[in-house]
C-alpha cells in the first residue's frame, strides 16, 4: 500500500498569500495518477488537480499542481477568501487508492 | 446536471447490517467506474469500495473485505453497497463518487450519507 504523508497539517496564510502544500508518496505513484482534493465542512470532497498537474473541469487558474514520482505539490496562487479548507492529496495508479491525512488551510 | 445522491444510512447496533444506495443521473451510469469511500468523523477520506462498469472488476479495503459487497445496477442507474458484521469503527460519512474516465480522479461526489454503529 502507498503510504501519501501531506506537510504541514495546518497553513495558516492571510488572503492573498501564496500556499504550498506538500504531498510524499512511500513509493512512487504509477503514471504520476496523483489528484488533489478541496474539502470544506460539511461539503463533499471536489476534484482540483488530477494527473499531478492536470486541472479539472471549473478550477480557476490560481490552483497548480506539480510533482512526480514521490514527491508533489499543490500550490494555491493567491489565496482568495473560499480556498480556506483541507485539501487531501490521493493516488490512484495502485491498489488500494490512498488519501494523504490532509492539511488544513486556514485563516491567519 | 450530473448528481448523485446516496441513501440508506441509520443507526445500526454492532454486528448488524445495511445497505447503502447511491442514484446517479444526469449522465450515462454505465460507462463509468464507482467508488465508495467514508470519512469518521473529525477524520480524512478512507477508500472503501470500487467497481468497474459493467461490475467484473471489484475491490475492497482490507478494512472491509468479507463484510461489504458492493454492486450496481446499470438498468437503474444505481450503486449499491452492502454492509454486514458492522463495527463500531466503521462509522463514518459514506460517499459515493464517480471515477473519471483516464483514469482522472473522482469528479463528481454525491453529498453523503451517515452510518453510525452503536448499541
Known amino acids: 500500500e502507498i503510504v501519501l504523508t501531506q506537510s504541514p497539517g495546518t497553513l495558516s496564510l492571510s488572503p492573498g498569500e501564496r500556499a504550498t502544500l506538500s504531498c510524499r508518496a512511500s513509493?512512487?505513484?504509477?503514471?504520476?495518477?496523483l489528484a488533489w482534493y478541496q474539502q470544506k465542512p460539511g461539503q463533499a470532497p471536489r476534484l482540483l488537480i488530477y494527473?499531478?498537474?492536470s486541472r479539472a473541469t471549473g478550477i480557476p487558474d490560481r490552483f497548480s499542481g506539480s510533482g512526480s514520482g514521490t514527491d508533489f505539490t499543490l500550490t494555491i496562487s493567491r489565496l482568495e477568501p473560499e480556498d480556506f479548507a483541507v485539501y487531501y492529496c490521493q493516488q490512484y495508479g495502485s491498489s488500494p487508492v490512498t488519501f494523504g491525512q490532509g492539511t488544513k488551510v486556514e485563516i491567519k | 446536471q450530473v448528481q448523485l445522491v446516496e441513501s440508506g444510512g441509520g443507526l445500526v447496533k454492532p454486528g448488524g447490517s445495511l445497505r447503502l444506495s447511491c442514484a446517479a443521473s444526469?449522465?450515462?451510469?454505465?460507462?463509468?467506474?464507482m467508488s465508495w469511500i467514508r470519512q469518521a468523523p473529525g477524520k480524512g477520506l478512507e477508500w472503501v469500495s470500487y467497481?468497474?462498469?459493467?461490475?467484473?472488476?471489484?475491490y475492497y479495503a482490507d478494512s472491509v473485505k468479507g463484510r461489504f459487497t458492493i454492486s450496481r445496477d446499470n438498468a437503474k442507474n444505481s450503486l449499491y453497497l452492502q454492509m454486514n458484521s458492522l463495527r463500531a469503527e466503521d462509522t463514518a460519512v459514506y460517499y459515493c463518487?464517480?471515477?473519471?474516465?483516464?483514469?482522472?480522479?473522482?469528479?463528481?461526489w454525491g453529498q453523503g450519507t451517515t452510518v453510525t454503529v452503536s448499541s
Open positions: 463518487a464517480r471515477e473519471s474516465r483516464g483514469p482522472n480522479g473522482m469528479d463528481v
Open positions: 467497481i468497474s462498469s459493467s461490475g467484473s472488476t471489484i
Open positions: 513509493q512512487s505513484v504509477s503514471s504520476s495518477y
Open positions: 444526469g449522465f450515462t451510469f454505465s460507462d463509468y467506474y
Open positions: 494527473g499531478a498537474s
